[in-house]
């Protein structure tokens, strides 16, 4: 045998493959080919069916022709998923030693009997022969081997996990020689391979050209003495943890030389699991942030742990589904994704068994798992996964190692209205992890943001079995935070709310346009931005010339539209647009910023005009649609000094509470915002409402210069309408007065009219009067006006019109108020008294620091009128004395000739 065994070395190698193939097989069950090599008896049987026991495993099977006409060249065998096995259960022998056919008893993993077409015979009995688990390579998950008996030819079989689908064994032996065909194999893998119930099949160490083995024998008679271990037994097979009345499936795969388009298939056996009720199931949460500060940047450091012990005991049930529900607070920060990207499916390389290819721009932590199946841990990374509709935080558990490329899927779910942050793992192979690691980075920019209040908060985690006659187990961990943001003071149950502001213009030249620009901001630990409003310094005003409004209808469309489609085509007209918005969010000194654009809008909560802040909210690979933030403008009918007042600043999107830090906005429109022109001292003044109801003011200090240089000339015209009928003694004229400012010039601050004795009030008219109450509640409806009033501002599209009424409860006389109606809605009122002897003296006291442009006041005349004649207008000129006095503080006096229907001038009085 020895001469034939050297002339038959080459394709007996080939031939001994066959029987690794066989080896493999055997972990298979039963079946039935169909295909070109036509697969015979096939069996599997196990010395325990116990969920989670250690069984004796027994596999055999033949092949129908071998080699008559075709031979096998590859095999590959899919063991049923839950089936693992421990090859560290027993010490492992080395390449060198299996090359020099010494491995040690020790490494003993079982027996394998093989029978082959040979010299002539078709089921030749080549003998028996151990089976020795081998020291695996860096990219072998495990592996096994044989010495062939007769042929002495060794034989390695590697094991590897099907990480593209239910992560089952497979067993691979490729390229069999077709010249020694293998016939028939019987192969054993003890439950416990070092107990010493096999020690009259264990064999002795053998030696270079002596392998161990019983050559030509169907068993191991040819042992003279049983051989013995001293180690403890640990083992190397584990049943499923599955009971479900049903037997697991095999699957069973020949590829032959001559045909190998047709593989031979067939589905097979294993033997129902029993006893699932006597599997327990403990595992354990362990998790904290990396953080001990509260309101600031923070990993988060996650392990599950199930202990899959070795022993003689039934194994632990593995992990089905998890679900890790972190303690309200702690949320995920808005600078998390923060330019990053997403690893997509094609990228992780799902359903395959490849590694995954995931760029670093989407890594947000590590990853390593650990099972007593392996030598050492596999290390891995965890990668934030391609946003799918409905399911937008997902997580990319990738790990490599001992042959090993497995890619598990977690998903973020957090609370769309807390925040509050639910971690599941659902579907995790059944296979014997005994520990996930998880950490999420930790920086300045770390992925996870702390609650607000030092105290001890708790995680909680549900785990569900592979065993599904076990109930679902939980596990609760706790932590305390124990200062506050960059080492300070715990705060307090009602945190501070300091929020500062800086405000002001580009160009802070009186009278000119200019760019303006507001920045908000809070400190880590304060309160959150609630509700705001901003009150601009007298003067401040825009041109909205050419400026048209965002329409309801599509404001209503951009909170409705993604964000990346917002961002691409806006959803209000670039015709509204004056400005440009940019909000941070998150704690740390990396807050997350994103920029939106501001638009002018029409009448909102009562405020003739609102602004519009329409913001994409984008995040890295995330998309949570387009905030759209509505401040209503209210103009100060007196001074029209503008009021912003804000909606309720939005606190979370897409389940991440935003935790502004700053709010910044500038109106950038060109020739938009128009310095005041008046030089005084002002300021920006706010108010803000933090998130536990604080109310706190702020101010940013305001002013321009250059006051003194403007020009300054107004100009007033006063004629009195209703033909020359209406100049004599008692009668009541239509007047006229029109006032009239220059572009560049400063802009009024006050304006008094002295009439000449001609003109006083008739009481006679003044029944109807409207009251000084009825003035503020109604702007005087139902009342009889006195007149009519309008301006043609240059800062307005359309003039602006309304009546005029004599108001009581001043004094002796009445006020007037002007109800300018339009665009805004502006009140002028005018304080009416008797000076020098009966002069009618009217004052202004407050006008908008505004280019007025065109004003006219037309009082009525006849039966309405406000005025009466004491005298005729022809007999002299009337004259009258207007006083002007400039915001820049530069004062006129005019005087003034009435225009009357007389024919001639009369003498000045």
């Not at 187990?473 to 506050?484: E, K, M």
């Not at 007037?816 to 005018?830: H, K, N, T, Y």
Request: hydrophobic share 35%; aromatic share 6%.
């Amino acid at each position: 045998m020895t001469a034939g065994r050297s002339n038959r070395r080459g394709p007996l190698w080939a031939f001994a493959s066959g029987l690794a193939l066989a080896l493999a097989l055997a972990f298979a069950c039963a079946g039935t080919a169909t295909a070109t090599e036509p697969i015979g008896a096939f069996e599997t049987t196990t010395s325990t069916t116990q969920a989670g026991g250690h069984p004796d495993l027994t596999a055999s099977f033949s092949l129908e022709n071998p080699g008559k006409p075709e031979a096998a060249q590859n095999v590959t065998v899919e063991t049923p998923q839950g089936l693992f096995g421990n090859p560290n259960a027993i010490p492992q022998c080395t390449s060198v030693a299996f090359a020099t056919e010494e491995c040690p008893p020790t490494s003993q993993a079982g027996l394998i009997t093989v029978h082959a077409l040979y010299e002539g015979n078709p089921n030749y009995l080549l003998g028996t022969a151990p089976v020795y688990d081998l020291q695996p390579s860096e990219s072998q998950t495990a592996l096994f081997g044989f010495i062939v008996p007769t042929l002495d030819i060794p034989i390695q079989i590697p094991v590897s996990v099907r990480t593209g689908s239910d992560y089952g064994l497979r067993f691979n032996v490729a390229e069999i020689t077709q010249v020694t065909p293998l016939a028939s194999a019987r192969i054993t893998f003890w439950g416990f391979p070092a107990d010493n119930v096999h020690a009259a099949e264990r064999f002795p160490k053998g030696a270079p050209g002596r392998p161990a083995g019983c050559a030509e024998l169907a068993d191991t008679s040819c042992l003279s003495t049983p051989t013995e271990l001293t180690i403890t037994p640990h083992p190397l097979t584990d049943n499923p943890i599955v009971c479900t009345g049903a037997p697991l499936v095999t699957k069973l795969k020949v590829q032959t030389y001559q045909d190998p388009e047709h593989l031979s298939e067939r589905e097979a056996t294993y033997p129902e699991t029993t006893g699932c009720e006597k599997v327990v199931f403990k595992p354990l949460l362990y998790s904290k942030p990396t953080s001990s500060e509260t309101d600031s940047p923070s990993g988060l450091d996650i392990t599950l742990k199930d202990e899959q012990f070795l022993g003689y005991a039934v194994s632990p049930s593995q992990i089905r589904d998890s679900a890790v529900t972190l303690p309200p607070g702690l949320t995920i920060n808005p600078d998390a994704a923060d330019g990053q990207t997403a690893c997509t499916d094609a990228q992780a390389r799902f359903g395959t068994e490849e590694p995954a290819e995931c760029p670093d721009s989407s890594k947000i932590g590590t990853v390593t798992l650990h099972t007593v199946a392996l030598s050492g841990p596999l290390p891995g990374s965890l990668y934030i996964g391609e946003p799918l509709p409905g399911n937008q935080y997902r997580l990319f558990l990738v790990v490599s190692g001992f042959g090993i490329n497995a890619k598990l899927v977690g998903v973020v779910r957090p609370n769309p209205q807390t925040g509050q942050v639910t971690v599941y793992f659902e579907e995790l192979p059944q296979v014997p992890f005994d520990t996930f690691e998880i950490h999420l980075f930790s920086s300045d920019r770390g992925l996870m943001a702390t609650p607000t209040v030092c105290t001890i908060y708790k995680t909680q985690a549900s785990f569900v079995p592979w065993d599904a006659l076990l109930p679902e187990v939980s596990s609760a961990q706790t932590f305390g935070l124990t200062s506050g943001p960059h080492g300070t003071s715990c705060p307090g149950q009602v945190r501070p709310f300091n929020p500062t502001q800086v405000a002001g213009t580009s160009n802070p030249v009186a009278g000119a346009h200019s760019s303006f620009a507001l920045k908000l901001e809070r400190e880590d630990g304060d309160q959150y931005l609630g509700k705001l409003n901003f009150t601009m310094p007298p003067g401040l005003s825009a041109d909205l010339h050419g400026v048209t409004y965002c329409p309801d209808a599509a404001i209503v469309a951009a909170a409705n539209t993604p964000g990346r489609v917002e961002r691409a085509n806006p959803s209000c007209p670039a015709s509204s647009e004056i400005g440009v918005s940019n909000v941070a969010a998150g704690p740390g000194s990396h807050p997350f910023h994103a920029t939106g654009k501001i638009y002018m809008a029409g009448p909102f909560q009562g405020a003739p005009l609102s602004l519009v802040v329409v913001t994409p909210a984008l995040a890295g690979p995330y998309d949570y649609g387009t905030v759209v933030v509505r401040v209503a403008l209210n103009i100060d009918q007196h001074d029209a000094h503008v009021i912003a007042d804000s909606e309720t600043v939005p606190q979370i999107i897409g389940g991440i509470p935003l935790r502004l830090r700053s709010i910044e906005v500038n109106i950038n429109r060109p020739n938009f915002m128009l310095n005041p022109t008046n030089c005084s001292p002002f300021s920006v003044k706010s108010q803000g409402i933090g998130d536990q109801g604080t109310a706190a003011e702020f101010s940013s200090y305001f002013h321009v210069n250059n006051c003194q240089t403007m020009p300054f000339k107004p100009t007033m015209k006063i004629r009195q309408l209703g033909g020359k009928g209406q100049t004599k003694r008692a009668k009541d004229p239509s007047m006229q007065f029109d006032l009239n400012t220059r572009p560049g010039d400063a802009n009024i601050k006050s304006v008094a009219v002295t009439l000449p004795k001609a003109f006083a009030i008739d009481q006679r008219h003044l029944g109807n009067i409207c009251s000084k109450a009825e003035l503020a509640a109604t702007r005087c409806a139902g009342r009889a006006p006195i007149g009519t009033v309008s301006t043609e501002t240059p800062l307005l599209e359309k003039p602006l019109s309304g009546l005029a009424y004599a108001v009581s409860g001043f004094g002796k006389l009445p006020h007037l108020a002007f109800i300018l109606g339009g665009q805004v809605m502006l009140i002028p009122e005018a304080e009416s008294s008797s000076v020098q002897g009966g002069h009618l003296k009217t004052v202004v006291p407050v006008v908008p620091d505004a280019p007025i442009g065109h004003f006219r006041l037309t009082l009525y005349g006849g039966k309405r009128g406000y005025l009466t004649n004491t005298r005729s207008l022809c007999a002299s000129a009337a004259v009258t004395t207007v006083e002007y006095v400039a915001q820049s503080g530069k004062k006129l006096t005019q005087r003034v000739t009435t225009q009357t229907a007389c024919k001639a001038k009369g003498k000045t009085s």
